[in-house]
Nanobody, 124 residues
Framework: QVQLVESGGGLVQPGGSLRLSCAAS????????MGWFRQAPGKEREFVAS????????YDVDSVKGRFIISRDNAKNTVYLQMNSLNAEDTAVYYC?????????????????WGQGTQVTVSS
């Protein structure tokens, strides 16, 4: 069983930055792939970025290319999402997820555990 707790969301002005964190419980964190997804009001949950057990990354190129960076610190059981040059379209609840298979995936069904989410609002 893995429990995930996101933090770092909030209100930010357009062009600003935020760093989201996701703290995971359990001693097998380093073997999991970790992902970030987001869900805007009235829309489906969508993939943002994922990082596999060895540090390889996958991004949703269209929406976050060059602006978001996913990273992990296995010693701290934590995965991060650095978000730069934020705009109103980035406003959403951001969710952290863990995949026991270990390999980064865009598919929601590939993840076994989910956090409760953290709200990110980009507004002036």
């Amino acid at each position: 069983q893995v429990q995930l707790v996101e933090s770092g969301g909030g209100l930010v002005q357009p062009g600003g930055s935020l760093r989201l964190s996701c703290a995971a419980s359990g001693r097998t964190f380093s073997s999991y792939a970790m992902g970030w997804f987001r869900q805007a009001p009235g829309k489906e949950r969508e993939f943002v970025a994922s990082i596999n057990w060895s540090g390889g990354t996958v991004y949703d190129v269209d929406s976050v290319k060059g602006r978001f960076i996913i990273s992990r610190d296995n010693a701290k059981n934590t995965v991060y999402l650095q978000m730069n040059s934020l705009n109103a379209e980035d406003t959403a609840v951001y969710y952290c997820a863990a995949a026991s298979g270990g390999w980064a995936t865009r598919s929601l069904s590939g993840y076994d555990y989910w956090g409760q989410g953290t709200q990110v609002t980009v507004s002036s």
